[in-house]
């Protein structure tokens, strides 16, 4: 019998879902329109920085490492004459960063003296500049090296300590490779908590609600029936997200759809209960997409360590983060795509979320009663 | 045997304020129950908590034997609840809504097969099931909403003002078929602020600030009226001046305009003589008439309002040329067509100076997108529409600036506050300075609105909310004014003020436009046209089209009854002549 | 035009926010929250790093090396490992950002003057900070490099061999520090203050709507021009203010400087409003439901957002994407900000990044004036 007028209330939300452009537009038209923006425009990947090399003495040696600035596949190289030139540039953002090569750098390299070289960067775009100064630095201190070796005592390359660095999971080093599934959990917030928390406000306010009360729905199928469609439509809206991932924005998935799957369907649950939450206090839609997007999108946006990492934020917004359920499932998508199934991850993280979903849904189920008493 | 509903010392309390004060009522199965009273006097409170949708504050009440706390459940499943706003999903199809409550009520099979083919037989609507719940007319929509309501086979029946905002054609559908259902035993509850409607209910209980006035039939309440009312018919006067003479005396209790005439509720039949002296006076013929549930209504409530309209008073007459001529609201070969849809067709008509012309006709007719044509909401796809002698699509502003308009939902703005609106309104209409400080004053004066300045328009009571509503509509003293459904679901009391001050405005020049499905109000006008099927198919004074009307068995029949006679001639005449080529 | 029916227009739109109490907080409070809040969370900044360490070596050198990364500012923790096995797992299951593997001849290697090879695993989930993470470490062992070729110069006796040294001076113009929080502020600014334009605008013809008060609009003398400009000038008005409110904010309660022209950033910001007021009442007229009205805002906002060069410079991405990116206001409106907060940037810097802003706002506000006029009908 309640099997029944579930199934009923489910097919009716379906029509519904089906027949609202809006709910189209978010759950498939936005993802891609993100995924494709992940993939693409938010890149975290430096390329072309434009660069100014202020050579101010034409001596062999200096440009001999001009060249080597101009031939890195980072830099842009503007050569630039006099020192004074760059100021404004830099200011306008014309130049993100300036190589100074003193007049006296060819003189003071064959006496033995220490050359003093000048790396400037523009401190407004802070990333930007550390990595200029950084690999600045390094093009400097590798031409030093190459250097030596040339003027080479036999002492060959020197005692020198080398890194070798190994990107695990993502070798290309593609900032894409990450963003893409963490803006998954994006996706996820808008349908499962945005969408959620307009909708069923939405009922409210039109009353219909007050018809549905009145027949013998419990209040259980009632809020399942409202959700269970919106459970499909996020992992529908997951496989389509991963497809594209896969297919068209080249980024692997080294897990399984399944583990994927899984995953998609516990970050669901708090974040459909955080959107019925929502709905039951705020009744209005206006509040209620306020209070969507300023308690759900925003921190899994910010705070959910997909784009900014959440060691480096103060140690009271990282407990914050704890809390909030898109923090494990960015976790845990970054790893099905780029590691793979790695359970003794995914499976705490898969609880975690579960564990917020049924205090969502608890603290829901306390405030809502088959009742129009306020 | 046990009624269907029993009631020991129910009262509902919301925070400090009381909606139901303690009483004890029952109501029987088989039996109509209508339940009336004045907007916020506790009607929808009290259905509800007989659909245990909410819980009493005090005492018990008991639906088919279970208690409406301890047992909700069995409740929802025994009784079809049919709440105020439809409560039906605009954008699932006919079928699709009663699909999902014949599921949500547990029908299946051949059950579930032979109600549906009832259910749709019963409500016509069987042409429909295609069609989105949202594009039916108003009276389709209430339909729907029973059959939606009837599903389970239910013993009570709860419809919370079933009738506000349907055509009389689609209301007498309604009346038909609870009429059946009560015939079979069900019990109905039907609430209504319709008073003729109460009048044909077996017993009403009457409610006012949520104490009941009244609980038997409605005879008992009406026959203490006997005597005491009378029509005055045929005055040389204006009728409208003579009512608002008639109201001013003494023993006059409640009066109304009543085709060419007056119809008067006495105090007691005492008071007869100044009112026969007054139609002398007038040259009216004093008839005494059979009393109505109404005016027992009215009586038991304090009577109806005094015949002086303050802001009438206040407002100067409408300048002679202020129409540039005498035609103020011109209609010429109106055509309105959506798409493959004609909503109005050449639509010919002309109201004069002063009058009060009323535009009626069952959903869907055209008369709102004509009577939308001619304010100015929406441009015609061919034809011209006129005020003041202004074309609306041309001289929109000139022209929009000679009218006011007062539309159904009030349309005030809740997040400001009264004075705010009014400051809004006026400015809106180009007073500036001291001439807006004045008439500002003025409405708030006149329409006793100090108290509530600071609050929003929402807060008011409905009364107030109109009286707002027609102040902002008549800021800029508009020599034309135009009424969508003014008095939609409005208690007789209010009704009768609102009209007090209309009747006021037109003494002073004030051509009306009004459109309404409260066929009462059809009266108050000088000429009606009544439109079906995009087309104007008759007008003429109210009188006459009742004479139209009159057949050797009904030689004096209602406004309602003429409306449905008018419409199903019609109905006849185009299917005899489809192209419409009789005039 | 007529000026008493505007002025009573735009008075009744600032009404209809400020006041009610409740909804004078919702208009203010959510966007300095979230500016208070963002602004620390909001960070590019490596710190805290864990690393793990398999030290097969133990030698003097190698402990030098770990001791240098141990109390370098980024790092938080070192986690020493017994196995490969476990340094997977460290990693796998993030509890580690990068891991380091030190061969057993990396003491001796070094001694003789040979070049010897370290390990670094980083976790690729996380590239960018660990490519930040590898970075500062290449700055380390660039460092112990220089010292270990002066040290073993003067062991063997001989002059500084492994030839030449430089002495590299970085400064960091604007923000010495490389504080991020001074870039993300003005961001947020510019982005908070679109956001609730934005929202103000496009609810206000779909919340008429729904409530029926257009309709009483529509049969009012008022023209279509008046009622757009009747909803233009009130979110201008919100939208400069708050504007405002969050730069005093920024500059006052979060410290981040304030080094250009004022009353340029007050043009710009105005300019920028209206850029994102006219996208507003488009959608607006073309939304006929608040819920679709609030969906609209946000699938437009995001994508803007993310084009415009908030976290990640516009620099970074393919040029005719970049190409796109000038359509959105904000991206020209960050540079501004950015310029006027940190870099005092010159009234020809400002202007030549704000005709862009006039351009659009003309554009915008033109297609809400068409699209609104025939909606109305």
Not at chain 1, 299 to 327: H, K, W
Not at chain 2, 540 to 546: H, N, V
């Amino acid at each position: 019998m309640r099997a029944r007028r579930l199934l009923a209330l489910v097919a009716k939300e379906s029509v519904q879902v089906v027949r609202d452009p809006s709910a189209i537009l978010i759950a498939f038209v936005l993802p891609t329109i993100l995924l494709f923006l992940f993939a693409y425009a938010v890149s975290l990947d430096i390329r072309n920085v434009r660069l100014g090399v202020v050579l101010e003495n034409d001596g062999p040696a200096a440009r001999d490492l001009a060249a080597d600035f101009a031939a890195t596949r980072y830099f842009e190289v503007l050569p630039v004459r006099h020192r004074r030139e760059v100021g404004d540039m830099v200011v306008s953002g014309l130049l993100r960063g300036v190589v100074v090569i003193p007049q006296d750098f060819d003189r003071r390299l064959a006496t033995g003296s220490r050359p003093a070289i000048q790396i400037l960067t523009d401190g407004s775009q802070p990333n930007t500049a550390s990595f200029v100064s950084g690999y600045a630095e390094g093009v400097v201190a590798s031409w030093l090296d190459r250097r030596s070796g040339l003027a080479g005592t036999g002492a060959a390359s020197g005692p020198a300590v080398v890194l070798e660095p190994r990107f695990w999971f993502n070798p290309e080093v593609e900032s894409r490779r990450f963003l893409v599934p963490g803006s998954i959990a994006i996706i996820m917030t808008t349908i499962g908590t945005l969408l959620t928390a307009l909708v069923v406000s939405r009922e409210w306010e039109r009353g219909t609600m007050e018809a549905l009360f009145s027949t013998p729905a419990g209040i259980v199928e009632i809020l399942l029936g409202k959700l269970l469609p919106y459970f499909a439509l996020g992992l529908l809206a997951t496989l389509g997200c991963g497809l594209l991932a896969t297919t068209v924005f080249d980024v692997p998935l080294r897990g399984s759809w399944g583990a994927l799957l899984a995953l998609s369907a516990s970050f669901l649950i708090p974040a459909l209960g955080q959107g019925l939450l929502i709905s039951a206090l705020a009744r209005n839609q206006f509040v209620a997409a306020q209070v969507a997007v300023f308690s759900g999108f925003l921190p899994a946006f910010l705070l959910s360590g997909f784009l900014f990492e959440i060691d480096s934020m103060p140690p009271v917004i990282r407990a914050v983060t704890y809390v909030i359920p898109a923090r494990y499932f960015v976790t845990g998508l970054q790893t099905v795509f780029a590691a793979g199934d790695v359970w003794s991850l995914l499976v705490p993280s898969m609880l975690a979320m579960l564990a917020i979903g049924s205090v969502f849904f608890a603290i829901t189920a306390r405030k809502t009663r088959k009742s129009l008493d306020r | 045997m046990a009624a269907t509903v029993e009631i020991r010392g129910l009262a509902k309390r919301f925070g400090e304020h009381p909606a139901l004060h303690p009483f004890d009522a029952t109501i029987e199965a088989g039996r109509l129950t209508g339940l009336v009273g004045p907007d916020g006097a506790g009607k929808t409170t009290l259905l509800r908590i007989l659909a245990a949708l909410m819980a009493p504050s005090a005492g018990s009440v008991r639906v088919l034997g279970h208690d409406v706390v301890e047992e909700a459940d069995s409740i929802h499943s025994e009784v079809g609840y049919m709440p105020q706003r439809f409560g039906l999903y605009e954008d699932l199809s006919v079928m699709e809504n009663l699909r999902l409550y014949s599921r949500l009520r547990g029908l299946r099979g051949k059950d579930l097969d032979e109600t549906f083919e009832r259910l749709l037989a019963f409500t016509r609507l069987a042409p429909f099931t295609g069609r989105l719940a949202g594009r039916l007319s108003g009276g389709m929509k209430q339909k729907l909403g029973l059959a939606c309501a009837l599903m389970a086979h239910p013993k009570l029946l709860l419809l919370d003002e079933p009738s506000v905002g349907v055509d009389p054609v689609s209301r007498q559908e309604l009346w038909r078929m609870v009429e059946e259902l009560t015939d079979d035993g069900m019990a109905v509850v039907w609430s209504t602020a319709y008073l003729d409607e109460a009048e044909r209910c077996e017993t009403v209980i009457l409610l006012n600030e949520g104490r009941i006035e009244h609980d038997g039939p409605p005879e008992a309440l009406t026959s203490r009226l006997a005597g005491r009312s009378f029509r005055l018919v045929r005055p040389d006067d204006d009728r409208r001046t003579l009512l608002t003479k008639a109201l001013d005396l003494d023993g006059v209790r409640d009066g109304v305009i009543q085709g060419h005439g007056v119809r008067l509720v006495l105090a007691d039949n005492e008071r007869r003589a100044a009112v026969d002296e007054l139609a002398r006076g007038a040259g009216a013929a004093v008839e005494a008439v059979p009393p109505r549930f109404e005016d027992a209504f009215i009586d038991r409530l304090g009577g109806g309002p005094g015949g002086r309209s303050a802001i009438a008073e206040r407002m100067e007459p409408v300048e002679p040329d202020a129409l540039n001529g005498d035609v103020a609201v011109e209609a010429r070969q109106l055509t309105k067509r959506f798409g493959q849809f004609t909503a109005a067709e050449r639509v010919d008509f002309e109201v004069r100076r002063g009058e009060v012309f009323g535009l009626l006709g069952p959903n869907g007719a055209g008369k709102s997108t004509t009577f939308k044509m001619l304010c100015g909401l929406l441009e015609p796809t061919s034809g011209e529409a006129r005020v003041a002698g202004l074309d609306l699509r041309h001289a929109s502003s000139a022209a929009k600036r000679r009218l006011g308009y007062m539309a159904q939902k009030f349309s005030l703005y809740g997040l400001l506050s009264v004075r705010q609106n009014l400051e809004f309104y006026s400015g809106v209409y180009g007073l500036t300075g001291g001439r807006r400080r004045r008439r500002i004053e003025e409405m708030i004066e006149t329409f006793g609105l100090e108290r509530y300045l600071r609050d929003s328009p929402d807060s008011l009571p409905l009364g107030f909310k109109q009286r707002l509503a027609l102040a902002c509509s008549l800021m800029h003293r508009p020599p034309v004014l135009f009424l969508d459904e003014p008095t939609s679901g409005v208690d007789p009391i209010t009704r009768r003020e609102f009209w007090v001050h209309i009747n006021g405005l037109v003494r002073k020049g004030v051509t009306v436009l009004v459109t309404t499905h409260f066929m009462e109000e059809a009266e108050y006008c000088d000429r009606v046209a009544l439109m079906n099927r995009a087309r104007v198919i008759d007008l003429d004074s109210p009188d006459a089209l009742k004479a139209r009307a009159a057949t050797p068995d009904r030689p004096d029949p209602t406004m309602e009854e003429t409306f449905i006679a008018l419409i199903e001639a019609g109905e006849r005449g185009a299917e005899a002549d489809p192209a419409g080529r009789a005039a | 035009m007529n000026l008493p029916r505007l002025s009573a227009l735009i008075v009744k739109e600032l009404l209809s926010y400020l006041r009610d109490p409740k909804s004078r907080i919702t208009l203010i409070g959510p966007p300095i929250m979230q500016l208070l809040v963002f602004s620390f969370a909001a960070t590019l900044e490596v710190k805290n790093v864990d690393v793990a360490l398999l030290d097969h070596d133990h030698g003097a050198l190698s402990e030098e090396l770990v001791a240098h990364v141990r109390t370098s500012s980024f790092v938080r923790e070192i986690l020493p490992v017994n196995g490969p096995d476990e340094l997977r797992e460290l990693i796998d299951t993030g509890q580690v950002l990068m891991a380091i593997e030190l061969p057993d001849d990396f003491s001796r290697n070094l001694t003789a003057g040979r070049p010897a090879r370290a390990q670094v695993i980083i976790d690729g989930r996380h590239a960018n900070a660990g490519q930040i993470a590898l970075r500062y470490l290449n700055s380390i062992a660039g460092r112990m490099n220089q010292d270990l070729r002066f040290e073993l110069g003067t062991i063997r006796g001989a002059p500084p061999s492994g030839g030449p040294v430089a002495e590299i001076e970085v400064r960091h113009w604007f923000n010495p520090n490389l504080v991020y929080r001074w870039f993300i502020v003005p961001g947020l600014v510019g982005i908070l203050a679109m956001l609730l334009s934005l929202l103000v605008t496009s609810l206000s013809i779909a919340r008429e709507r729904e409530l029926g008060t257009f309709d009483q609009l529509l049969v009012s003398p008022v023209t279509p021009l008046e009622i757009i400009v009747g909803k233009t000038l009130p979110a201008l008005i919100i939208g400069t203010v708050m504007g405002n409110v969050m730069i005093a904010a920024g500059v006052f309660a979060l410290r981040v400087p304030f080094t250009g022209s004022l009353w340029m950033l007050e043009l710009s910001l105005m300019l920028f409003i209206l850029s994102v007021v006219g996208i507003g009442l488009t959608l607006s007229s073309v939304c006929k439901t608040q819920q679709q009205a609030i969906l609209g805002v946000f699938s437009i906002m995001v994508p803007v957002i993310l084009i415009s060069g908030f976290a990640t410079p516009v620099e970074n991405m393919p040029a005719w994407l970049q190409v796109v990116a000038q359509a959105s206001p904000l991206k020209h409106f960050l540079i501004i900000v950015h310029g006027i907060f940190l870099r005092s940037a010159p009234g020809s810097d400002v202007i030549s990044n704000a005709w862009p802003l006039a351009v659009i706002a003309l554009v915008t506000l033109t297609l809400a004036n068409l699209i609104v006029r025939r909606r109305l009908q």
